[in-house]
């Protein structure tokens, strides 16, 4: 769907691909279509790159020993032992939590981590961050931004960073100042790539629109993170 402001200075191009996940219930829990408004021309929202992961992005019929009975605990979700360590992952020793992307527009997301265990929803959603916060194998349990959590396999998650607005409307400025130029405005619901972030601000980049926003309207990165690290 696209609309245009008549007689006005800005555009607004509305984003045609589904957003979020759709429950296998049919129950709709995911994010509703992202749009963003840019000064003084269209901005495609929603088409997203493929991240460096190496790995074939289909899961493969068979992965050798069958599932375990129970699903292993993903710990804590703020990524620390009991005695306050970093905790790191058992297989990749990647530290967890962690925010990664969705690799593919569709991703079934099982209650364990094995093909044995029941498929309950699937995402729809190429690029959309979710965090990282158990492994098993090849398997790794994840949550999203409604922390609504499941198991996928691996090669179908990319370590490239994208952030989620979860703001009514968040705004975009030239510099990482509340008084500087406004670049654009997104819309909650919009899906952008991870540029720079410092303690406060991160560096955007929504379907061509760049700009600074602040971390509390962004779903994807933690207060105080600095990215590139």
């Given at each position: 769907m696209r609309e245009r402001i008549a007689g006005a200075m800005m555009c607004f191009f509305r984003s045609e691909r589904g957003g979020g996940a759709r429950r296998v219930h049919r129950r709709w829990a995911g994010l509703r279509n992202g749009a963003i408004m840019a000064i003084a021309g269209l901005v495609l929202l929603g088409a997203?790159?493929?991240?460096?992961?190496?790995?074939?992005?289909?899961?493969?019929?068979?992965?050798?020993?069958?599932?375990?009975?129970?699903?292993?605990?993903?710990?804590?979700?703020?990524?620390?032992?009991?005695?306050?360590?970093?905790?790191?992952?058992?297989?990749?020793?990647?530290?967890?939590?962690?925010?990664?992307?969705?690799?593919?527009?569709?991703?079934?997301?099982?209650r364990g981590p094995g093909l044995t265990y029941?498929?309950?929803?699937?995402?729809?959603?190429?690029?959309?961050?979710?965090?990282?916060?158990?492994?098993?194998?090849?398997?790794?349990?994840?949550?999203?931004?409604?922390?609504?959590?499941?198991?996928?396999?691996h090669s179908l998650l990319t370590g490239r960073r994208t952030v989620l607005v979860t703001a009514e409307?968040?705004?975009?400025?030239?510099?990482?100042?509340?008084?500087?130029?406004?670049?654009?405005?997104?819309?909650?619901?919009?899906?952008?790539?991870l540029r720079e972030c410092n303690r406060d601000w991160c560096e955007i980049d929504a379907g061509g629109a760049v700009g600074w926003v602040p971390k509390p309207v962004l779903w994807g990165v933690d207060p105080g993170e600095l990215w590139p690290r």
């Open positions: 997203t790159g493929r991240g460096e992961v190496s790995a074939q992005a289909t899961v493969p019929a068979q992965l050798g020993a069958p599932a375990p009975a129970q699903p292993p605990g993903g710990g804590g979700s703020d990524g620390l032992s009991p005695a306050g360590a970093l905790r790191l992952g058992p297989v990749t020793k990647l530290p967890l939590p962690r925010y990664v992307s969705l690799r593919a527009d569709e991703i079934n997301v099982r029941r498929m309950d929803w699937v995402f729809r959603r190429e690029g959309l961050p979710v965090r990282i916060i158990g492994e098993h194998g090849d398997w790794r349990q994840i949550e999203d931004s409604d922390k609504a959590s499941g198991w996928v396999y409307v968040a705004t975009l400025f030239r510099r990482p100042e509340a008084d500087a130029d406004v670049a654009a405005m997104a819309e909650q619901g919009v899906v952008a790539h």
